[in-house]
């Protein structure tokens, strides 16, 4: 939607369903990434965001959001970390690491691998609704989403070339004069 986000654009949503339980939704981009294998592992994670209950359905029960990752073919989700009002507030997930994240689908591992031979990771968010008997519709807003990863560099080919060039140059002066001394 163009406007009444926090402020400006923001992304809405509405589900509208005859059946009740919870229905989990989630959103993410491709071209909001990280690949550890070749960025370095991610040590921790961070995800802020703004949200809102827009649903004016007096038998609607309430919206839960969360953060959600997608790593090469299965999702991955956080606890739900909020349940917005019916009007902006605004949502920090704290410092989480991957064993906060569990998996909702797919092959992969129970949680998603964070190290240097972890895959690509996409990011995004979810959400879940809980529907009364007989259903009901919802809709709700997300805007201001973001991500901070506190990683650990992978060194570059070339400086994984000159340590080990450094090495090789002190273990050729150490024998060059263990040598020397036996004579």
């Known amino acids: 939607v163009s406007t009444g986000g926090n402020p400006g654009a923001y992304r809405n949503a509405t ?8 229905i989990r939704v989630g959103h ?3 071209d909001f990434s990280y690949n550890p294998s070749v960025s370095g592992a991610i ?5 802020t965001f ?5 649903d004016s359905n007096p038998i609607f029960v309430g919206w839960q959001f969360g953060m959600l990752l997608r790593q090469d073919s299965s999702f991955y989700i956080t606890g ?4 917005p009002s019916s009007s902006w507030n605004s949502n920090d997930t704290g410092t989480i690491t991957s064993t906060d994240f569990n998996k909702i689908s797919g092959a992969g591992p ?9 895959g690509n990771i996409d990011f995004g968010y979810m959400f879940d609704i809980l529907l009364p008997s ?22 570059e080919p070339s400086s994984l070339l000159a340590m080990m060039s450094l090495v090789g140059i ?7 004069r263990r040598r020397q001394n036996r004579k």
Request: no cysteine; net charge negative; aromatic share 12%.
């Open 80 to 83: 739900p970390i909020n349940n």
């Open 28 to 30: 993410y981009r491709t």
């Open 134 to 155: 007989g259903g009901a519709e919802a809709t709700g807003g997300f805007d201001n989403f973001n991500v901070t990863l506190n990683t650990t560099a992978v060194p």
């Open 170 to 176: 002190g273990m050729g002066a150490y024998r060059f």
């Open 43 to 47: 040590d921790s994670y961070r995800g």
């Open 110 to 118: 129970m949680n998603p691998d964070f190290t240097i031979t972890g």
């Open 50 to 54: 703004d949200a809102i209950n827009i």
């Open 15 to 22: 589900i509208d369903t005859g059946s009740s339980g919870v």
